[in-house]
C-alpha cells in the first residue's frame, strides 16, 4: 500500500499489483529519496535482474521451494544465470533479489519469498513470455497430471490475466471441450443429472458426485461454473433446513464404489417435480456453457487472424 500511496487509483487485482513490483521496488521507490540512487550488486540492469528472478521463481515453484538454503539459492540462481547466458555472479544476484527489491529476504540461515503470491505471479510471467510451444506443453501437462500440478492454480489465474489467448487456446477450451464430451452436452440434452449420485449422512450432511467414471484427464481439474451450478442446485433441491453441505466433488472411479459407499443416483431419489426442476436448471446452464465455448472459440479465432 506504501509504494501506491502516490497513485490515484489502487491496482484492482492482485496481478494489476505485481505487474510493476520489481521495477516499483528497484527504482522508482528512490526517486522518493534525494540523492539517492540504488545500485545492483550484480551491476545488470533492471530488466535482466527480472528476468533471472522469473525463472529462478519458475524452478523453484516447480519443486515446491518457498524456503531456500543459502546454497540452494545459489545453485538455482547459477542455472539461471548460465541458461539465459548473463554474465553475473550468482552471489551479488541474490544479494539483489535480498537487499534490493527485497522479495526474497534473509530469513535466518535461509532466504524466503516474502509472499508466496509473489513466487506464483513471477513464474506466471516467466511461462507468460515463453513460445508457444512451450505454452502448449505447460498447459497440457496441467491438465494430464493435475494431482501433480496441483498447486498450480493461483499461477493459472495470473496466466487467465495476463496471456488470456494462450490460457483460452490450450487451457480452456480443451477443459469446456472435455466437458462437453463426458456428459454428451448438446443443444438439445445433457447427460450432467444422470451422473449426478448423492449420499444422505447419519448427522443430516449430503455429500454429492458427479460421476465422471474412468475419465480423469480434466475432470478433476476444475469444474466449470455452469456444472457447478447444476450440481449445486441439488443442494437446494434437497435442503431439509437441517441439511449441510458436505462435499462436491468430481468422481473418476467405478459407480460400484460409490454405491457401497452409500451413494445412490440424485435421479432415482428426487420426485418429479424435483427431478423436472434439476433437469431445467441442467439444461440451461448447458446452453451457457455452450455459449461460452462458442464465445471464447470466436475470441482465439479473432486473436490468430489479427496475428
Do not use: W
Request: aromatic fraction near 14%.
Amino acid at each position: 500500500m506504501t509504494i501506491y500511496r502516490a497513485s490515484s487509483e489502487l491496482p484492482k487485482t492482485q496481478s494489476e499489483f505485481y505487474k510493476n513490483i520489481f521495477s516499483i521496488l528497484s527504482t522508482r521507490h528512490d526517486k522518493t529519496k534525494p540523492g539517492y540512487k540504488r545500485e545492483f550488486n550484480s551491476n545488470l540492469g533492471e530488466t535482466k535482474l527480472q528476468e533471472i528472478f522469473e525463472y529462478f521463481c519458475f524452478k523453484s515453484f516447480k519443486k515446491d521451494e518457498l524456503i531456500l538454503s543459502y546454497p540452494r539459492a545459489i545453485e538455482l540462481i547459477d542455472v539461471c544465470i548460465k541458461s539465459k547466458n548473463i554474465k553475473a555472479e550468482a552471489e551479488n544476484v541474490l544479494q539483489d533479489f535480498s537487499k534490493v527489491v527485497c522479495l526474497l529476504p534473509v530469513d535466518g540461515l535461509n532466504y524466503t519469498f516474502v509472499h508466496k503470491s509473489i513466487q506464483e505471479y513471477f513464474c506466471a510471467s516467466f511461462i507468460i513470455k515463453k513460445s508457444e510451444s512451450f505454452k502448449k506443453r505447460f498447459y497440457g501437462d496441467y491438465l494430464n497430471n493435475f494431482m501433480v500440478f496441483s498447486n498450480m492454480k493461483t499461477v493459472i489465474d495470473f496466466l487467465k490475466d495476463g496471456d488470456r489467448y494462450s490460457y483460452n487456446n490450450f487451457y480452456y477450451i480443451p477443459l469446456l471441450e472435455e466437458y462437453i464430451r463426458v456428459f454428451d452436452i448438446n443443444e438439445y440434452s445433457n447427460k450432467v443429472v444422470e451422473n449426478i449420485l448423492m449420499k444422505i449422512h447419519g448427522d443430516n450432511k449430503i455429500s454429492i458426485k458427479l460421476l465422471a467414471e474412468n475419465n480423469i484427464r480434466v475432470l478433476i481439474v476444475n469444474i466449470p461454473k455452469e456444472i457447478n451450478n447444476i450440481v449445486c442446485y441439488a443442494f437446494e433441491l434437497l435442503d431439509h433446513k437441517k441439511s449441510y453441505l458436505q462435499g462436491v466433488g468430481l468422481h473418476n472411479a467405478s459407480v460400484e464404489g460409490l454405491k457401497k459407499d452409500g451413494y445412490v443416483y440424485l435421479k432415482d431419489y428426487l420426485n418429479e417435480c424435483q427431478l423436472n426442476l434439476m433437469n431445467n436448471k441442467a439444461e440451461n446452464e448447458c446452453a451457457k456453457l455452450l455459449d461460452l465455448y462458442k464465445e471464447i472459440k470466436r475470441y482465439v479465432s479473432l486473436e490468430e487472424d489479427y496475428e
